[in-house]
């Protein structure tokens, strides 16, 4: 089973079309749709509203203001700052005023053209630099600092200082936001949610229904993508569509239009850095300052554990004895913004990247070589700027693999040459590592439960709290199962997650579900091979008299439960199961797990917040159109720490999907807002993701085979987010390209993404400054 290729659990059904999503749900003839009138203001006060006129619409089932929500007019996952219906103001354009049940889309449009609304427009705030200055920032600021900043600055010859900004990112899932709601019996309601986290969704709805949790039952099967974007903010519709099926006590359905969708979700945070380093005239940096700034949107949503995630990256694979990092979050008129593949780390991965590039053309050696003086070191443990020693490094080892395998010097070399033959055509390539750390930042978040239960004909069903949304975590579970039991994947299935089968879960976020649910999987099995093992040993003593057989000795494997010291002595799992019942032993278990070690002190800025820590390096080449702006990656190497692998297949696609998905990030997409707060580029056809242009020519991917994980499920490592800051390659790639244009002498004006325009504007000022 373990060498044997095991393919995504449901990727026949994926791509045979039979795959079911919640808008594939069948539901009766009492369904009905719900919509959502939004503020077409950034910020303004509502002084009167009319809804009677809208109200008689033939097909209007209901017309919900925030005076009818019967809990509480909140839905902030982490701080109650936001409405779940605008009440006396609107802080962006896309909130929800008003919700319509209606038979159809038609007869909802008609009502929200008769609905009377008055607004006293305000100004409103939409950049960072704004919000600075008007001083409306959320919560003190963080700060985490180690040695004395002040003291090694001043004390070096060689220091640089810079400002740096990265954009926002949209998700574009495949499947926007829905929900479908059923009513049952009295409070009683069901919730079909695309939801990373559903049971805070049924916590939330609880609220918002002045209902229990126990009414409330949240399952989903699959979800058509999500990065982030629907942990938190699934949460909006879902309660949206709950109060819609609660006042019309019949069954609702509503689905975000993609245009909509972009319009009223957050987005990736944008960040404004300041940042300052002092280094040795041979590239080691000795102390580093960086701001980070957050823009947060109009409410806190899940903004300070973003920027609380990047701060804690601020170092990347670097060890610096002096740091100082600062952390300040900014309050705009935009939608709250929200988690995304890495939880602020890009963006704070990105700046000390630029930092370690712009000290390499200051001393005039290749950025590689910075890196590797700068990288934690394998054999002297080191300490991270906030307190946790970072053991099993081997980011320097995977350096030294990867810029041998993608022989990386000599390609220099001919790069070098290449550009000094080319006056419009330049290549450029570049180095980036990540070390990503494991573990949600917020402790009580490392936990997990699961339920197992094996039938009398040895199939079993496996329960647990993580979402399946692509990534392959079902099939892993499965995988887990499956060999602790010794049994076939085909006799065990994973059911979809269910909030009244395994309570209290934890989002599948932060690259953990794995981890958490795996293990909790694993002990729920242990449970019930010691019950199992228990008849059998019985039964095998009987059998033969006089053999003691010993309970530890016992081996489940290949459809079969064994002894170890005498393989002949055997019975099959599926015998075995149907003895154990006939026994009155319980067949169902449940298993519970939480991270161990886990701690870190918010006002001291000091702990281990992290279980163990991912690591990877890229290299990418790229030919850039210095007329245009046109790029091409002609090759990307990546080498990869995925511990033991327990999907081989997934993983790789994990990390390729990452990777694509963070060149998308640092190239080709850019949210453009204008001063109104209107999201200028809202559809498929003006925001640009990745397409298979964007694949690299020549794409090489290889796991790193060396690394130890002794405390994790089957010795793996987390896959999902760390391969997303592998695409700063490119990003550093293509300002390797721009610098040739000066031929490395003058430093490029460069931040991201760099979109065909920006990279224009960095030559065309690095040509002025020549």
Known sequence: MKNKKTYHESAKLHVTGTAKYIDDIETDNRIIRGFVFKSEFAHAKI???????????????????????????????????????????????????????????????????????????????????????????????????????????????????????????????????????????????????????????QCIIAEVLNISNKDIEVENRRLGGAFGGKETQANHIASWTALLCKTTKRPVKMRLQRKEDQIMTGKRHPFLINYKAAFESNGEITAMSSELNS???????????????????????????????????????????????GFGAPQAIAAIELIIDKIARYLKIDAAIVR????????????????????????????????????????????????????????????????????????????????????????????????????????????????????????????????????????????????????????????????????????FNKENEGTKYLFENLIFKHDFIYDALDTKKKISFKNAVLKTYLNRESLSA??????????????????NPFFYFAQGMSISEVL???????????????LHDAGKSINIEIDKGQIVGGFLQGVGWCTTEECKWDSSGNLLNNSPETYKIPTTDDIPEKLIVNFYENSKNENTIRQSKAIGEPPFMLGLSVWLALKDAISAVGNHIIEPDYFLPATNENILLSIKKLKANL
């Open 47 to 201: 002084l009167s509203f009319d809804l009677s006129e809208a109200k008689k619409v033939k097909g209007v089932h209901a017309i919900v203001s925030y005076k009818d929500i019967p809990g509480e007019n909140q839905m902030g996952p982490v701080i109650h700052d936001e409405e779940v219906l605008a009440s006396q103001k609107v802080g962006f354009i896309g909130q929800a005023i008003f919700l319509i049940a209606a038979e159809n889309e038609e007869i909802a449009n008609e009502a929200k053209s008769l609905i009377i609304i008055e607004f006293e427009p305000l100004k409103p705030v939409i950049t960072i630099e704004q919000a600075i200055e008007c001083g409306d920032f959320f919560q003190e600021e963080r700060k985490i600092e180690c040695g004395n900043f002040e003291e090694a600055y001043h004390k070096s010859q060689n220091k640089i200082e810079g400002r740096f900004k990265t954009g926002a990112q949209e998700h574009w899932y495949l499947e926007t936001q829905v929900c479908l709601a059923l009513p049952g019996e009295g409070d009683e309601i069901k919730i079909f949610s695309s939801t990373q986290n559903p049971t805070e969704t």
């Open 295 to 341: 823009n947060w949107g109009y409410s806190c949503d899940l903004s300070m554990a973003i920027l609380e995630r990047a701060m804690l990256h601020s170092e990347n694979c670097y060890y610096i004895p002096n740091a100082r990092i600062i952390g300040k979050a900014w309050k705009t008129n935009l939608p709250p913004n929200t988690a995304f593949r």
């Open 372 to 539: 590797e003086r700068n990288f934690y070191g394998i054999e002297n443990e080191k300490t991270t700027p906030y307190g946790q020693i970072f053991t099993n490094s081997v980011i320097n080892l995977i350096y030294t693999e990867l810029s041998e395998s993608s022989d990386y010097f000599n390609r220099r070399k001919h790069i070098n040459e290449f550009n000094n033959k080319n006056e419009f055509v330049k290549k450029g390539m570049a180095i980036s590592p990540v070390k990503f750390g494991i573990s949600f930042t917020t402790a009580f978040l490392n936990q997990a439960g699961a339920l197992v239960n094996i039938y009398k004909d040895g199939s079993v069903i496996v329960n647990h709290g993580g979402v399946e949304m692509g990534q392959g975590l079902h099939t892993k579970i499965q995988q887990i199962a499956a060999n602790e039991l010794g049994i076939q994947l085909d006799n065990i299935k994973v059911s979809p997650t269910n909030t009244s089968k395994v309570p209290n879960s934890s989002p599948t976020a932060a690259s953990s579900s794995t981890d958490l649910n795996g293990m909790a999987v694993k002990i729920a099995i242990d449970k019930l091979k010691n019950r199992i093992a228990k008849v059998v040993i019985e039964l």
């Open 590 to 607: 449940t298993g519970f797990y939480k991270t161990p070690g886990i701690d870190f002190d918010r006002k001291s800025g000091k702990g």
């Open 624 to 638: 850039l159109d210095t007329l245009t702006g046109n790029c091409k990656i002609l090759q990307t190497d990546i």
